[in-house]
């Protein structure tokens, strides 16, 4: 195996590039980009990516192998080591950059005259397993995101986002207890008693609003807040998207979701666990 070359940083890489590492990284078999295809077949791989390593643990860059095997134009039905890019489906192989092993395997659908790429092969297979901290968290919920998952690995985008609206609809009530038990943590009694006021029977789109409204300031990452984008979700006529627009919306708050859930529980773990230590620290020994 030989590294190509070095990884320019990611703001000196073509759109195509950083396009066809999202396709790779993010998205399901058989989801559909549209990209300026580039001339040769060196140009329309991006040199690193960002992968889950089940050696390391953990999410690692890869990097490309070079060679020729990785360059099979397979568009004529036979191999042929094809510089130019023609359309057809190619591979690329990439290895973790620390334990040099675990490769993923690509086959990519080029295709030159619709503009667009697709993914036709991954292995290992993308991922549409939850873990087990999480599958206890979401609870009841943990079904419908789940079939979402599962309707993403197919690229089937609008029936991902109809599973996804009934996770958030199960969810909300829990979201607002969370925040609610936050804000007494905080002191924030006025919080506190909004957030639990709105909770049961009211209407879902104003529990969904008073939950991106009364967000603990530790869910907002670069000004965006995933509960208000989870709550513009709701608004959005997913029957009118093309499925390609639905897996990237899927896609989007399906990790949105699981953020919420992940941060707002661990916060209020390790604020438990830190005070527990405290009382412990502070009783007298005997
Ligand atoms: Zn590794």
Redesign the pocket.
């Known amino acids: 195996m030989r590294i190509p070359r070095s990884p320019k940083p990611s703001d000196e890489q073509p759109d195509s590039l950083i396009t066809v590492r999202q396709l790779l990284e993010k998205s399901p078999l058989y989801a559909t980009k549209e990209l300026s295809i580039p001339h040769r077949i060196e140009d329309a791989w991006p040199y690193t990516l960002e992968l889950p390593?089940s050696?390391?643990g953990k999410s690692?860059p890869f990097s490309r192998s070079s060679g020729n095997e990785e360059h099979r134009f397979i568009g004529a039905g036979v191999n042929v080591s094809a510089p130019r890019l023609s359309t057809g489906i190619y591979d690329a192989t990439y290895h973790?950059g620390?334990?040099h092993?675990?490769p993923y395997r690509f086959s990519v659908h080029f295709d030159c005259e619709e503009a667009a790429i697709q993914k036709v092969g991954q292995w290992p297979r993308w991922d549409i397993d939850i873990d087990p901290t999480l599958k206890k968290r979401l609870g009841d919920a943990e079904l419908f995101y789940r079939s979402a998952r599962i309707m993403l690995a197919e690229s089937f985008g609008i029936g991902a986002c109809a599973y996804l609206r009934r996770a958030l609809e199960d969810l909300v009530d829990p979201i607002l207890n969370l925040e609610a038990d936050i804000a007494d943590e905080l002191g924030e009694a006025d919080d506190a008693t909004a957030l639990r006021k709105v909770q049961g029977a009211q209407p879902f789109d104003e529990k969904a609003r008073e939950a991106y409204r009364r967000a603990p300031a530790d869910l907002v990452v670069d000004g965006r807040n995933p509960l208000k984008e989870l709550h513009k979700f709701l608004s959005v006529a997913v029957h009118k998207l093309s499925e390609e627009q639905a897996v990237d919306l899927a896609q989007e708050h399906s990790n949105d979701l699981k953020f919420v859930i992940t941060r707002l529980h661990t916060w209020m773990e390790e604020r438990r666990e830190f005070r527990d230590s405290m009382q412990q620290a502070r009783r007298p020994t005997t």
């Open positions: 390593c050696v390391c690692r973790c620390d334990c092993s675990n």
